[in-house]
């Protein structure tokens, strides 16, 4: 059998980078470069001012910065134990792991950008760090993360045969499309919505960052799923894709509950209901990328969010049709 990104077995050499195989890794890789940055460029003056004004915020946009500080602060390190725990191991080909090198990279900077935030507004950690076990839509969203990637943190997991393939393929997407690609992304919609307002430009500038690093992160993930499943389309049967698209409808569900609980009553130019509209249509996005069908049909009700993930150099994946991207700068 030919060596493929998993189950190379002898024929992958995991120091041997060129000749290279998967370019798509490389070019990923090469963006995430390109996007670097780290949160002390960042001022947080006008934030710190505006965070202490007595009045100065909304009680409703206060809770709604809280909740997404509470869910991102943890989210960020999970997502990088996941990756340097769990997946690293598995994908045996060099420049894949390239990659997830740069990747978990970005998520220390990420996990460093909530330590900032914290820092400069006097933020409570405790309170910060605890909203995932005290919040119940932040707790779930992260249970369900855990729940689903827990096959390839069991030590003893390997990825040999149909069925194990399958539940890597799970997990996968569980990590890469339902954690980095749907429950981030009310959070990045709600605080990018703050910074067009010109309210809390600091803590809004880094979740642009974060929103540009994570884009790729999630094209990533979906060029490794769609690629496993190409060199091993015994997995791609009717009854998995049935369970993954179901997987990520659950993830919509959990998401829309967040967003009502961290914005129950909306704010000038964001409601819950547009909010939820926007992850209905970016999950279509999601599914459409890793090869299954749209399930919502839902228009999107912030176009100025792929305005920003495609600022200045960055090019996104998902909020732009599947045919622009086929023909688009990356079809390699
Ligand atoms: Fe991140
Ligand atoms: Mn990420």
Known sequence: MAAGIINGGGSTDPNKILP??????????KKGVAN????????????????KKPGGLSEDERRMILWNLGFFSTAESLTANNLVLAIYRHITNPEARQYILRQSYEEAVHTDTFIYCCDTLGLNPDEIYKMYENI????????FVVDMTKNVFDPSFTTE??????????????????????????????????????????VGEQFQFILRDESVHLAFGADLINTIVQENPEIWTPAFKKELTDNIMKGV???????D??????????????????????????????????QYH?????????EIIDMPKEKNFFETRVTEYKTGELDW
């Open 261 to 294: 609980d961290a914005l129950p009553r909306g704010i000038v130019g964001l409601t819950p209901t547009t909010v939820k509209q926007y992850v209905e249509h970016i999950a279509d996005r999601r599914l459409e990328r890793i090869g299954l069908e749209r």
């Open 161 to 202: 045969g149909t069925e194990n393939i399958q539940r890597f393929v799970h997990d996968l997407v569980g990590y890469y499309v339902i954690m980095e690609g749907i429950f981030f992304y009310a959070g990045f919609v709600m605080m990018l919505s703050m910074l067009r307002k010109n309210r809390m430009v600091g």
């Open 20 to 29: 290279m195989k998967y370019k798509w890794a490389r070019v990923h890789y």
């Open 253 to 259: 569900e959990l998401e829309k509950k967040y967003a």
């Open 136 to 143: 119940p839509s932040i707790k779930e969203k992260d249970e």
């Open 298 to 306: 839902k228009d999107n009700p912030f176009p100025w969010m792929s």
């Open 36 to 51: 670097n940055w780290v949160p002390e460029e960042v001022p947080m003056q006008q934030d710190v001012e505006l965070w």
